[in-house]
């Protein structure tokens, strides 16, 4: 089984919005990791999206602020709200979980102690 699962990718225009979700079944995913997402476009490097901690702080890339909300639901859904998209924002998004912290999920993508999900391809278009 999945430990994360992500739903909600979707094609749309630029200018659009869309919703992420992102199931996490493990029990420890929920109590100890940070969540967040990252996204790969094939040939590109894999990129940081937003990352939320134990505490509930969010935390964003640049491409991004403003634009992404993070946020985590009592039944430990993570929800990505993603508006005004842009054709950048194409990619596949996938959910990640890290033991170590957030730092490294949103400046690199990398969860270096934890997993990721399948993903959801968002695609957007001119």
């Known amino acids: 089984q999945q430990q994360l699962v992500e739903s909600g990718g979707d094609s749309v225009e630029v200018g659009g919005s869309l919703t992420l979700s992102c199931r996490t079944f493990a029990y420890g995913y929920n109590r100890r990791h940070c969540l967040g997402w990252f996204r790969e476009v094939p040939g590109k490097q894999r990129e940081g999206v937003a990352a939320i901690a134990l505490d509930g702080t969010a935390t964003y890339a640049d491409s991004v602020k403003g634009r992404f909300t993070l946020s985590k639901r009592t039944d430990n859904t993570l929800i990505l709200e993603m508006t005004n998209l842009k054709p950048e924002d194409t990619g596949r998004y996938h959910c990640?979980?890290?033991?170590?912290?957030?730092?490294?999920?949103?400046?690199?993508?990398?969860?270096?102690?934890?997993?990721w999900g399948p993903g959801t391809q968002v695609t957007v278009s001119p």
């Open positions: 990640a979980a890290d033991e170590l912290g957030c730092d490294s999920l949103v400046r690199e993508g990398l969860a270096r102690r934890g997993g």
